[in-house]
């Protein structure tokens, strides 16, 4: 008969395989000892889930407050779009290049930032990240001309490069990879909850204080949501710890069974150089599928209240609360899919599904633009689609990449993904000034995120479910 180990520092991967094992003694003529090893085992996987607990609590709301600062930041722009260009005299592609140029500046830094965040510590460089970009996304009030749109959306980009490569990898300090796509969802969720909290605020700003005190709707949007990306950049500078051993509220026994699983699971990880990282095939695929995902985002975030807009609702409060209805819609899904990833093990046909699901929301929308009811169904299966691809693809390469790979790696792939977030509204406002419809654009986005799922699918199962 085969025997259990009796190693009571036995590795958590046993622990989680004996622990999925649901048997009686009289089943198996197991002896007293098995029984006993059985009930230890279960004892040290239920510490072990609730140590995990323990940190995500500590960690998480803390980051995802983060996120939602950066993100309304990052994508209020399309709401002052409502009035700003009427009152700038901008058309629909210098809002486009504008909005997109924010993420060469983005792209350009994202790699040295996570570099130096790798060798300074989280803690003073999320925070220094934070409250440089608060400061300049409420200089946006300050805008009169399309080059002061474009320098000042560029310089946003530089001041927010390396906040959410950043973060995966901090998170890959803690988390081994058949726990981090759960983790990495409840943080990205902090991207559908900024839309469902930036979208009425947003359209609340526009329509209750424009005029007050000399300034247009829009400025006041930027000066307003601007100040809570300083203040969590202070919190982060009190609040966070930079590693494990650095976390005095872990005992010591905590913080060494989370670091032998840590140190387990990085011995199975490839090792690369940084020079390595960029010669390597895969790290380029993965980065053009993010390319993909991100361009579909950011199409959706950056014209979404526009498309609301078209389809016939005129005020900014209303276009604002209807846009809560895909963003709570997404927060759902990419709990659901991330945990359904984690518990199989399977890392390829959730993103791919899901962003298959992202396109065909996007052509419904458009093909029933003018309905308001249609439009929306078909946005929340889009939204809810593209946005879930997004936790889902961030555990493959942290599953692949380790040590200084894993900085260089992850934040190659985001600099390249990210400047999907440059082509994206610069084309759909190109293609609205040719045609005057953002049909056509609708349609390339769709594209994008059929080919994300397609490349998706070319990953080497072995390689990331793990």
Known sequence: MSRWPRNPAAPVTMIRIVDTKVLRPSDRGLTREDTQYMAEAEDASAATNATYGQITLRLIPLLFLCYVAAYLDRVNVSFAKLQMLQDLRFSETTYGLGAGI?????????????????????????????IAWGVISGAMLFVRSPTSFYIIRFLLGVAEAGF?????????????????????????????????IGGPLSGW?????????GLAGWQWLFLLEALPAVLMGVMVLCCLDDSIRAARWLRQDQKQMLETDIQAESRSKQKYSVSGVLRNGRVWLMSLIYFCFV?????????????????????PFEIGLLTTIPYAAAILSMIL?????????????HPALAAVAGSMGLVFSTLHGDNVALAIAG???????????????????TAVLGGTAAAAGIALINSVGNLGGFVSPYLVGWIKDLTDSTQLGMYALACFLVLGAILTLSLPARLVNK
């Open 102 to 130: 924010f993420f060469i500046g983005y792209s350009l830094l994202a790699i040295p930032s996570n570099i130096l965040l790798a060798r300074v510590g989280a803690r003073v460089w999320i925070a220094r990240i934070m």
């Open 164 to 196: 959410f490569p950043g973060v995966i990898l901090y998170l890959t300090y803690w988390y081994p990879s058949h726990r981090r796509a759960k983790v990495v969802a409840l943080f990205m969720a902090a991207q559908p909850v900024s839309g469902l």
């Open 205 to 213: 700003i526009l329509q209750s204080s424009h005029g007050l005190g």
């Open 295 to 315: 361009t579909g985002l950011y199409g959706v975030g950056f014209w979404l209240p526009s498309i609301i807009k078209t389809a016939g609702v005129e005020q």
């Open 337 to 349: 899919m991330s945990r359904s990833a984690d518990r199989r093990h399977e890392r390829r046909w």
């Open 379 to 397: 946005l929340t299966v889009a939204t809810a689609g593209i946005i879930t691809t997004l936790p889902l693809f961030w555990s493959l390469p």
